[in-house]
């Protein structure tokens, strides 16, 4: 079964940073696009960064494309996200997700996703 492990998720103070890690079994990591995606109390999901298969193509989000960086370890079947300059704003659920369509930015799993939490 596919399964999605998050961790490195908790309370940082505005402008500081996250390195969020995502532990990737059940599938054949390396052949799937991967992302990250967030939810903030009462709103929608929000679908940040995504990395190719093999690493070699990423997706941000704009609003948030010059304060993350994502990457990947095929050997390790891990998937990472570095967050700085946090703002409040920021504060959310964190989710890895497997992509199941690049150009539509749609997911098929997640996993049960990190806290982040921004204080001012």
């Known amino acids: 079964e596919v399964q999605l492990v998050e961790s490195g998720g908790g309370m940082v103070q505005a402008g500081g940073s996250v390195r969020l890690s995502c532990a990737a079994s059940?599938?054949?990591?390396?052949?799937?696009?991967m992302a990250w995606v967030r939810q903030a109390p009462g709103k929608g999901p929000e679908y940040i960064s995504a990395?190719?298969?093999?690493?070699?193509?990423?997706y941000y989000k704009p609003s948030v494309g010059g304060r993350v960086t994502i990457s990947r370890d095929n050997t390790k079947n891990t998937l990472v996200l570095l967050m700085n300059k946090l703002k409040p704003e920021d504060t959310a659920l964190y989710y890895c997700?497997?992509?199941?369509?690049?150009?539509?930015?749609?997911?098929?799993?997640w996993g049960q996703g990190t806290q982040v939490t921004v204080s001012s």
């Open positions: 990395i190719s298969a093999h690493g070699g193509t990423t």
């Open positions: 059940g599938f054949d990591f390396p052949e799937y696009d």
């Open positions: 997700a497997r992509v199941s369509s690049w150009r539509l930015k749609t997911t098929d799993y």
